[in-house]
């Protein structure tokens, strides 16, 4: 079956339309690529269908179909066993500023930027500056029930705030932020990809979650007073950026082998499909290192990275899997190439969702100077380190304590970047994940050249410290370790 054989439709047949993107629909053992974009239907149907990548993404309405597409002449007939072998995927979103859209249940008004992330309007006069007078005839109804395709991104409170993504021609290019498929390479775009299951504590959202009694005391602990920093995206050591770096690779990535020389407990493999050019962490630092097969959906994360043949083979100090389909609970008190037992990647904050995105979806990871021996889920492990006075002290804030921003803090007036991640940490918090010998209440940011240095750092001076945070109700503690008596 060739695309040359399909039998075209004319304009007017279609009410409900559906999309489908694939190889090719028979036998996908033979791909033909040439199929690649087409739009189809069958002959007993008036769904049409868009074919790429073996895939099919269905489009919720005709709304949504004529943002991508003038009229109807483009439409095929393939047969329906033809049409069975595309594995049904997600919703089409509308193209990006084509419409403005809202929710039957909400007057907010948004508009549609890249990777399906909604904007809300900030006000009318933003709406006529970016789309004219008329800018509410452009206003579309979405059920409620589609809302979920999209995700929310930064207000647009300036016209500057928001640029459509004009690079999105092609259907299947708008879904980086619905079928979150990452690019490959050094600190590679992940689309906004969220980690493992949406169940998991990464991705809760702990907005209205209860305050822990203890929040004041562990908040003061750390200090009342001290300002949030982000590192990594504003640091340099000796011209280069610091942070922690990663790299996408794909399935035929060859694996090489990999010496775990430090905590056998903490050895889930001993080859790994490591590149030559896998950023390592800052040689001063705990040199972690992260590889994400995207293909296979395992993430590969280490800590005390080294190589000396250029990386035909590695040794680490921790050599940790994870399989991003499915989360599942490091053994307890044993941890992971994070102190406490967590994934590194899922909480680090990612150029690819605060400049691209510009919506963060999960739980951030923060460090502190005095971690404690104790540890709540879903932290695995304490941290007894060396500089906290007493690390079995009760009162210190135990690993994976959970801390979100106040309702109550304004964050309007910051730059948009800053926004985006204030935001996150009012909806999903932040979880105590490590220790380090710089400054308190420290996010980290992935090691990109890419970050503005300039806007990012002044995270430190939005006047938001610790005085503007709760801690989430935790669950019993344990110790890691057994105290003096």
Not at 29 to 37: C, E, L, Q, R, S
Request: proline share 7%; hydrophobic share 40%; with cysteine.
């Amino acid at each position: 079956m060739s695309c040359s054989s399909f039998t075209a439709i004319r304009k007017g047949v279609m009410a409900t339309i559906v999309v489908v993107c694939f190889l090719l629909l028979t036998n996908p053992a033979n791909t033909n690529a040439a199929m690649d974009g087409a739009l189809v239907k069958t002959a007993q149907s008036s769904s049409v269908y868009y074919l790429w990548g073996g895939k099919r993404y269905a489009f919720p309405n005709e709304k949504i179909f004529f943002s991508w597409y003038p009229d109807f002449s483009s439409v095929t007939i393939v047969s329906s066993t033809e049409l069975s072998g595309a594995v049904l995927s997600a919703n089409v979103p509308y193209k990006p500023g084509r419409r403005l859209i809202k929710i039957t249940s909400s007057p907010t008004v948004y508009a549609v930027g890249g990777c399906a992330v909604l904007h809300p309007l900030g006000s009318e006069s933003v709406a006529q500056d970016l789309f004219g007078v008329e800018w509410n005839t452009l206003v579309d109804d979405l059920p409620d029930s589609f809302f979920s395709n999209y995700t929310v991104g930064a207000p647009i409170q300036t016209p500057s705030d928001f640029i459509p993504d004009a690079a999105t021609q092609r259907i299947i290019d708008a879904f980086c932020a619905t079928q979150k498929i990452p690019d490959l390479g050094v600190n590679a775009s992940l689309h906004g990809k969220r980690f493992f299951e949406d169940s998991i504590y990464w991705n809760q959202d702990i907005s209205q979650s209860p305050v822990d009694p203890d929040s004041s005391a562990l908040i003061a602990k750390i200090g009342m007073n001290d300002p949030i920093n982000l590192l990594g995206a504003s640091l340099l050591k000796q011209g280069k950026r610091t942070g922690i770096g990663y790299v996408v690779v794909g399935a035929s990535q060859p694996f090489v082998p990999v010496t775990n020389n430090l905590y056998k407990v903490l050895n889930d493999f001993t080859s790994a499909p490591v590149p030559p050019n896998v950023p390592i962490e800052d040689a001063n630092t705990d040199r972690h290192a992260i590889v994400f097969d995207r293909d296979n959906e395992k993430l590969y994360e280490f800590w005390k990275m080294t190589t000396t043949d250029g990386g035909q083979h590695w040794t680490a100090g921790t050599n940790v899997l994870w399989v991003t389909t499915a989360y599942v609970d490091r053994p307890d008190a044993i941890g992971s190439a994070d102190a406490a037992g967590l994934p590194i990647l899922p909480g680090l904050v990612r150029y690819d969702e605060v400049v691209e995105q510009k919506a963060i979806n999960h739980a951030l990871r923060f460090l502190i100077r005095d971690t404690s021996a104790y540890y709540v889920y879903p932290a695995t492990k304490g941290e007894r380190h060396s500089s906290a006075p007493d690390p079995y002290d009760p009162a210190l804030p135990p690993m994976g304590m959970r801390v979100r921003l106040k309702a109550t803090v304004d964050i309007s007036s910051q730059p948009q970047e800053i926004q985006i991640v204030l935001t996150a940490l009012k909806k999903y918090g932040m979880i105590l994940a490590d220790h380090t010998d710089g400054l308190d209440w420290s996010l980290i940011a992935t090691k990109d050249e890419r970050w503005d240095a300039t806007v990012i750092s002044t995270i430190s001076q939005s006047g938001i410290s610790g005085k503007d945070f709760e801690v989430v109700q935790m669950g019993p503690r344990k110790t890691y370790g057994t105290p003096p008596e």
